[in-house]
């Protein structure tokens, strides 16, 4: 817009007044399309970006990284995402930040490890994608330097990570089933790419890729060497057994139908995304859940 007003002085009458009346209007509340830090919050939370990028453990500034996350193939640190312009983001641009969490591909050219869930992510409009950096760039900066990461050889070989992505990474935006109802395709939108639950609930391969026909399926080698279960609806093994009122109550609150609670890495998940959502998504979550394959797979819930 400022590029438009030196133009703008210089037409006569009517149209001038039109476009300074246009410059009035940019700079007040946002227009649809502008990105929109508030719907950037909601969004921030359906995708869980604290739960890693927060080290609450080492009482670590928000978002400023260094959250240790163990995985079957090493030590992986996050790295400070907050608008810094040194230590953080606060340099990129619109296209830098959605080249990263839709390719997996950093500013200056590096792959990113797929601990950074963005398999799951590329499937983020860029619509919410901008939303979301709004609000990343609404929080405060802060001077913490990213930490190297631990992984075991050869998963810490990062010129690797293209055979990777060659092999398991499906990068583009999440495309809508016009066959189905558009609550359905929220509950998708919000288990595969946003809510991301797949990178944990999806069991593995010996290089970290999801197994073919097990998609939700729960593994014995989840994330901080935790026992992930089915979510599919299988009626033995999964969540075929719950209404939809008992899986409401686990996502919302943490509760399961025997009165205890998740544990371990889903109550962060449960305090950071799926206990900020609206009824509305909840719901569409679990319409989803309950429509994919059921597979049986029987994962024990630890007892406590
Ligand atoms: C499961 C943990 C996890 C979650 C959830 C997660 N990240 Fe990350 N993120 C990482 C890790 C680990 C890296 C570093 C990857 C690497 O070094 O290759 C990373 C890297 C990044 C980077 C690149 C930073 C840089 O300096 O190059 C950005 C940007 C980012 N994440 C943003 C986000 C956003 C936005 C969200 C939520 C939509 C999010 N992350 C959710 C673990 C996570
Ligand atoms: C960071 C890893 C992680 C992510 C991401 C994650 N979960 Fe979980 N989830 C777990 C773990 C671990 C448990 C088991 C907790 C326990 O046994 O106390 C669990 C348990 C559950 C349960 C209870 C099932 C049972 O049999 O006890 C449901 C339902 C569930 N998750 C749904 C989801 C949904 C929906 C998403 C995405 C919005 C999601 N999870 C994302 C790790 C994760």
């Not at 500034?61 to 606060?90: C, M, Q």
């Not at 080698?221 to 899986?247: A, V």
């Not at 686990?250 to 900020?276: A, C, H, N, W, Y």
Request: hydrophobic share 35%; charged share 25%.
């Amino acid at each position: 817009m400022p590029a438009l007003l030196p133009r703008a002085a210089r037409l006569p009458g009517l149209a001038s007044a039109v476009l300074v009346i246009a410059a009035v209007v940019a700079s007040g509340p946002a227009p649809a399309g502008e990105p929109d830090p508030v719907r950037g919050k909601y969004l921030f939370a359906a995708a869980g970006c604290a739960t890693c990028h927060t080290d609450k453990k080492g009482k670590g500034a928000p978002l400023a990284g260094g959250r240790k996350l163990k995985t079957p193939f090493g030590v992986f640190y996050s790295p400070n995402i907050t608008p810094d312009p040194e230590y953080g983001i606060g340099k990129w641009s619109d296209r830098d930040f959605i080249r990263a969490l839709r390719q997996g591909v950093a500013p200056d050219g590096r792959h990113y490890f797929p601990v950074f869930p963005y398999p799951s992510y590329t499937g983020i409009t860029d619509r919410d994608l901008l939303d979301l950096k709004a609000y990343l760039f609404t929080r405060p900066p802060a001077k913490t330097a990213n930490k190297p990461h631990d992984a075991v050889p050869p998963f810490g070989w990062r010129f690797l990570v293209p055979l990777w992505k060659a092999l398991y990474f499906t990068p583009g935006p999440f495309r809508a089933d016009p066959e189905r109802s558009r609550q359905w395709n929220r509950g998708a939108y919000l288990v595969t790419a946003l809510g991301h639950c797949g990178e944990c609930h999806t069991p593995r391969d010996v290089l970290g890729g999801p197994l073919p026909g097990m998609a939700l399926a729960g593994t014995t080698k989840g994330p901080e060497g935790g026992l992930i279960p089915n979510i599919t609806p299988d009626k033995e093994t999964g969540i075929g057994r719950w209404s939809d009122g008992d899986l409401q109550e686990i996502l919302k609150s943490g509760m399961l139908p025997d009165g205890d609670f998740v544990g371990d890495v889903m109550g962060d998940v449960v305090d950071e995304t799926t206990g900020r959502l609206k009824v509305a998504d909840l719901k569409a979550i679990i319409l989803y859940l309950r429509s994919v394959a059921p597979v049986f797979h029987r994962i024990e819930r630890k007892k406590k």
